[in-house]
Every structure is written in structure tokens, then in C-alpha cells.
């Protein structure tokens, strides 16, 4: 079970408010694990299983961004509102306010991921390490990978999808449950979903406003203002440590994921062979297994320049 927040509340993001809540002891020595989740357009329920970090020590930090769950609703916001600059302006702001910019660890999942890797280009001072889980380096990957999966459901299901996409009648119930198949087989493979999965699936049904706007009506038919948007280019210039989290079954397939292999300098890959988009929730004690050997081998590495700066404050 998710422990209970020891903190949360809203910090100010320009003239517009961004929800948090903090588990564990932000002024705690070690680096607070700030979660990113995905989307964009979703909250941060289905990613509560990562409070079970701060039993270990690791201070964890959970916000909804801009548009949805407890931050600001904008509905009335349009494309050339919604970008990706200003949801990275967000996760800068509410690093300062919360006064961690100088010591944390990034957890990106799904299109957070994508965000905290653009995070991690600008090589910020008290970065010390990067999670990028179950997220694709590009967009166009993203499709043509879906196009992969979508040939493997079954030939009704196929059809059902192509015939309400072309009408766009994607409230249909026929299109929604030809959805779920595919949701079931590449998002979430727990059956019935988990509490917190279907919280924040339903959040952003309540309000889709940015999931519509940027990625579209679903996982797999991305046809928002994301749909051109890579960041495989620029991941060379990630310099911090990096752990990649992708599951057997993902819809993010080792395809999409791979330029995140190849061009990060200090990277490691886990696949987690019994899950799917959601490892976290689908194999919760492999995970946090996982993340706990991750946060302490950066905290192994963080070790010799502390003794550097404590041996120079002996010298001053």
C-alpha cells in the first residue's frame, strides 16, 4: 500500500497552480525521487507504488502536471497552448519551489519520460541521476511500432478500429472495447486494473483536454501535436546517469526505446519479462527491487566528490 503523504498542497506556476504531494523527508540527505508521469494529459495515481521508496529512505515527490488531477484546469486552452516548452518549464518551477533543484533523481514514465530526458539535456547541477521507463526516444517510432502490435490483435478487433477511426466515432462502445484488447495485452496486463491505474485513466476521461490535444484518442492512434516530435537527437547530450525500464509486452517496444540505449553515455536496461507498460504495478517487488539497487549505486557514485568537498571545507 502507498504510504501516506508526509506533505502536499500547490506551488505556484505563473499565474496557474501545480499539485504535489511529498513522501518522506525532503530535507533528508539523500536526493529526493521526483515522478514524472505520462501521458500527457494523465495524473500521478498509477505511479503511487513508488512511494514504497521512501521506507527505504529515498523521499519521494508525485505532481500532476498542468491541465489535469489537482493542478490547474485549462479547458478552454488550445494547441498552441500546450506545449512541450511549458510542461518543462512546469517540472523547473516546481523544483525550485519545493527547493530540491539542487539534489534529485528523475523518474520518467511513458511520455514523462520523454520530458525528463529533455530535462536531463540541459545537464542541471543537482541531477543525479535519470529513470526512463517504458517511454519511446521518438513519436514516429512510437506509430510505426503500433502499427506492429495492431496487426497482432485479432482480425475483428483490427477491423473495428480501423472502422471507427475513419469515422472518428471513438466514444463508440464497439471502439472501446476493441481498445481495451489492446490495452490488456500492452498497457496493463493485471486484470481486473489495479485502483490507482483506473484513477488516473479516468481522470483523463474526465478531462482530455491536453491527452486529445497531444497525443490524441488513445495509446495507439497518436494523432496530436506530439505525433512529429522526437528527441533522438539531442540524447547525446545527457550526461547523468541513466536507467532504462521497459517491459516484455510494452507498448513502448525495444524499438522505440533503443536510441536511449545507444546514445546516452552512462546507461543500463532492465526488461521486465512479465509485464507490460507498467512494470511498477505488473512486478511491484522486482521493481522497487530495481530502483532501491539503482538509487544506490548513484549514491555509491556521489560518495567520492562528497569526501572531495568535505576534505576542501577541512582545508578552508
Not at 48 to 64: I, K, N, R
Not at 90 to 95: F, V
Not at 212 to 231: A, C, Q, R
Request: with cysteine; hydrophobic share 40%.
Amino acid at each position: 500500500m502507498p504510504l501516506e503523504p508526509s506533505a502536499k498542497g500547490t506551488v505556484p506556476f505563473g499565474e496557474y497552480r501545480t499539485w504535489y504531494r511529498v513522501t518522506g523527508d525532503l530535507h533528508a540527505d539523500r536526493p529526493a525521487v521526483v515522478v514524472v508521469h505520462g501521458g500527457p494529459g494523465s495524473t500521478h495515481d498509477y505511479l503511487l507504488q513508488l512511494t514504497e521508496l521512501a521506507e527505504q529512505g529515498w523521499p519521494v515527490v508525485h505532481y500532476d502536471q498542468l491541465g489535469n488531477g489537482g493542478s490547474t484546469h485549462l479547458p478552454d486552452k488550445g494547441a498552441d497552448f500546450w506545449k512541450v516548452d511549458l510542461f518543462a518549464a512546469e517540472l523547473t518551477n516546481l523544483l525550485n519551489e519545493l527547493g530540491i533543484a539542487d539534489n534529485y533523481v528523475l523518474f520518467g514514465q511513458s511520455w514523462g519520460g520523454l520530458l525528463a530526458a529533455k530535462h536531463a539535456m540541459g545537464r542541471p547541477a543537482g541531477l543525479r541521476g535519470l529513470v526512463v521507463a517504458n517511454s519511446p526516444a521518438s513519436y514516429p517510432l512510437w506509430l510505426s511500432e503500433m502499427a506492429v502490435l495492431r496487426a497482432q490483435l485479432p482480425p475483428d478487433v483490427q477491423e473495428s478500429l480501423l472502422r471507427h477511426e475513419a469515422a472518428e466515432t471513438f466514444e463508440s462502445p464497439e471502439y472501446l472495447a476493441a481498445m481495451r484488447v489492446f490495452y490488456d495485452r500492452h498497457v496493463c496486463r493485471i486484470l481486473p486494473w489495479p485502483r490507482d491505474f483506473l484513477s488516473s485513466f479516468m481522470e483523463i476521461y474526465n478531462d482530455p483536454t491536453v491527452y486529445y490535444t497531444m497525443n490524441g484518442p488513445n495509446e495507439f492512434h497518436v494523432i496530436g501535436t506530439l505525433k512529429d516530435w522526437s528527441i533522438i537527437d539531442e540524447l547525446d547530450a545527457i550526461r547523468t546517469p541513466t536507467l532504462l525500464v521497459s517491459g516484455k509486452y510494452d507498448e513502448a517496444t525495444p524499438v522505440t526505446m533503443q536510441p536511449y540505449f545507444d546514445r546516452i553515455p552512462t546507461v543500463r536496461w532492465e526488461i521486465f519479462e512479465n509485464s507490460s507498460h507498467c512494470p511498477h504495478l505488473e512486478e511491484p517487488e522486482r521493481f522497487t527491487e530495481v530502483m532501491a539497487g539503482f538509487l544506490a549505486e548513484l549514491a555509491e557514485l556521489a560518495q567520492p566528490a562528497d569526501r572531495a568537498l568535505q576534505a576542501g571545507e577541512r582545508r578552508s
